[in-house]
Nanobody, 125 residues
Framework: VQLQASGGGLAQAGGSLRISCVVS????????MAWFRQAPGKEREFVAR????????NYADSVRGRFVISRDNAKSTLYLQMDSLQFEDTAVYYC???????????????????WGQGTQVTVSS
């Protein structure tokens, strides 16, 4: 399984960005997918997760209402639409794949065996 993230860049506070992640290998629909982020000097943290068919989504409290996770299974692509960006959203964003449709531990790094290389998102205040 290979994950390739893209679409990061620079945005002003209050602005928007959309990042993407293309997945190849095992059929995309068999994975629950997630976005994590890691700011300098901080641990990697959960941002959002979406189930294989897209019916179930989960968000970190810090991004709920501002970010939307979605997927296009026909294109094997995961998205994260980020609106009302804040300086604190500055981080490297990673996409991750979980082959198990779990109900617990959805935000735990250790439950994702497959990771993309990360894409930098920088928000200027």
């Amino acid at each position: 399984v290979q994950l390739q993230a893209s679409g990061g860049g620079l945005a002003q506070a209050g602005g928007s960005l959309r990042i993407s992640c293309v997945v190849s290998g095992r059929p995309f629909i068999t994975y629950d997918m997630a976005w994590f982020r890691q700011a300098p000097g901080k641990e990697r943290e959960f941002v959002a997760r979406i189930s294989g068919r897209g019916f179930i989504t989960n968000y970190a409290d810090s991004v709920r209402g501002r970010f939307v996770i979605s997927r296009d299974n026909a294109k094997s692509t995961l998205y994260l639409q980020m609106d009302s960006l804040q300086f604190e959203d500055t981080a490297v964003y990673y996409c991750a794949a979980d082959p198990l449709p779990r109900t617990a531990g959805r935000g735990s790094v250790k439950n994702y065996p497959y990771w993309g290389q990360g894409t930098q998102v920088t928000v200027s205040s």
